[in-house]
């Protein structure tokens, strides 16, 4: 299917699967509907299952949107309660669009637990409370993480699945890979078998030294193999490396939640030149959870990294907070920490969803089938690999995925040709129905409107990721903006930064600079 026609589909107001390998625009066709509902005044919810695939789409993680902590299942018991929390009525009863994206991540448990939340905040015995619900995703990529061996592994395998009306939009065209080679391996690796000439061309990129002897992103299997690499590579950097160490507040059980559930390090160790990670969203700084990039230096004040990434923008690398709430968002402890970690090697796990301009890849210990299509698939070319090994499951993906994924493409064709039948007129007057349902708004006066101020948000916004933060980063323009004789209150307003943030740069600027008047 192509991405148009898949847009036309999502636009009518169906429950919609929306797949395809990688490289084919999944993402971009999910912007450009959650672009089109925003101009017509409906507001979509965007989920993900983890952090680093919440961030990709700007969205939130599924068990944060819909309040359930760390649990999978939650119990009739439980869903009542929730339907008596205020700060979850309005969020959940307006809910006209849900959008899910890494559904192959998601597990059956978790998706019956959204279907039932939502069922009860709606009142309706439909799917989801009869919400629109876009599922987004690739079942080749890496499926749920379970301790235990379950019978029923995929969401597409539960009884929900089957009920929901799902119209499957699979996209084909690739719009990413700029390479035949490694596209034809992928499509290979699809649908089960893997010919001579694709091993041939492994063995050829076996250790292979890149382009300018350039040093890629390593991928591993397991956490050990990367923590070891990191540490090397520090280590070989000249000069003395400065630790940062994290602050906490809270009971022993849910600080150690906290380090558990997240990519935060009670210590990190960084030097000039070191290649870093970003593990956290700050999107007024301009980087994401995943964001990759080089400390090139430290501010004066604070002693903070600062971190150039891939567009050459630099960044201040501030202590952030991870915090750990209960059901009513009572802050229970918190995590203050430097948000970076290093990243000359990352899991596979954690490479979901990035594309890597080159990447070292070792799949010589690879454990879960889908591991290798998910690692050689971050990559836009095979001359961007260099592979360190293979062993027998690496290059397999899972029978039951191989089943449902022809079965899925041949829906997809028929409804991509039932689609492409409709006359405008009529194509048109089924979006308009759906906008209205949603309270939305069909005005062409009002959608250019909202187009306008759309558009002039996105260029403040690349005005503000533009310009340079002076020397020393944020404390520097809080410091600034003291002597111009601004209030907290003022400050705090100016930047949209909560005032305890501007109370913790004072401290920092009081021990640096004790002759400033900030009283």
């Not at 150039?308 to 802050?331: H, N, Q, T, Y």
């Not at 930064?497 to 913790?504: D, G, V, Y």
Request: hydrophobic content about 35%.
């Amino acid at each position: 299917m192509k991405q148009d026609v898949a847009l036309k589909i999502l636009c009518s107001g169906e429950n919609v699967f929306l797949t395809g390998s990688a490289g084919t625009g999944k993402t971009f066709v999910i912007n450009k509907y959650i672009k089109y509902l925003k101009e017509r005044r409906i507001e979509p919810a965007i989920v993900a299952p983890t952090g680093i695939a919440a961030s990709h789409i700007g969205g939130k993680t599924i068990h944060s949107f819909f309040s359930i902590g760390i649990k999978e299942y939650i119990d009739d018991g439980y869903i009542n309660w929730l339907t008596r929390q205020r700060f979850l009525g309005g969020r959940l009863r307006d809910l006209k669009v849900l959008i899910v994206d890494e559904i192959s991540m998601v597990s059956p448990e978790l998706f019956s637990s959204m279907d039932r939340i939502l069922r009860a905040f709606k009142k309706s015995n439909e799917p989801f409370g009869g919400v629109q619900v876009i599922l987004s995703g690739d079942f080749f990529q890496l499926p749920p993480i379970s301790k235990e061996r379950k019978e029923i592994k995929f969401v597409w395998q539960t009884n929900l699945w089957q009920n929901m009306g799902l119209k499957i939009c699979y996209l084909e065209e690739k719009f990413r890979q700029d390479d035949e080679v490694l596209i034809n391996i992928l499509e290979e690796i699809r649908s089960g078998e893997v010919s001579e000439d694709s091993m041939d061309v492994f063995r050829s990129r076996y250790k292979k030294k890149l382009a300018n002897n350039f040093n890629p992103t390593k991928l591993y299997t397991h956490n050990a193999d990367v923590d070891k690499i990191n540490e090397i590579e520090l280590e070989n950097l000249s000069g003395k490396s400065i630790t940062f160490s994290a602050t906490t507040k809270g009971s022993k059980k849910n600080i150690e939640k906290i380090f558990k559930s997240s990519l935060v390090a009670e210590e990190v160790k960084l030097k000039k030149e070191a290649i870093v990670i970003f593990i956290k969203n700050n999107y007024e700084k301009g980087y994401i959870n995943g964001t990759l990039g080089k400390v090139v230096s430290f501010t004066e004040v604070g002693n903070h990294p600062i971190v150039e990434i891939f567009s050459g923008r630099k960044i201040v690398a501030e202590k952030d907070e991870w915090l750990l709430e209960d059901d009513k968002g009572d802050i229970k402890a918190r995590v203050r920490q430097t948000p970076l970690r290093l990243a000359w090697a990352l899991t596979i796990h954690k490479s979901q969803g990035m594309t890597l301009d080159a990447a070292e890849i070792d799949l010589s210990k690879t454990f879960e089938i889908g591991q290798g299509y998910v690692a050689l698939s971050r990559i836009k070319s095979i001359q961007g690999l260099r592979l360190m090994g293979l062993n027998d499951i690496a290059l397999k993906v899972d029978e039951l995925v191989l089943e449902i994924d022809c079965e899925m493409k041949e829906i997809s064709r028929l409804n991509s040709i039932e689609f492409r039948n409709l006359n405008e007129k009529e194509l048109i007057e089924t979006h308009q129905n759906f906008i209205v349902k949603c309270g939305g708004t069909i005005e062409e006066r009002e959608i250019e409107e909202n187009k306008k101020g759309i558009k002039k948000m996105a260029k403040d916004e690349k005005k503000s990721f533009k310009s340079e933060q002076p020397r020393g980063g944020t404390i520097e323009i809080t410091k600034k903006m003291l002597r111009d004789k601004k209030t907290i209150a003022q400050i705090a307003k100016e930047r949209g930064l909560a005032e305890s943030t501007i109370l913790s740069h004072l401290q920092e600027i009081k021990k640096l600079l004790p002759e400033l008047d900030i009283e």
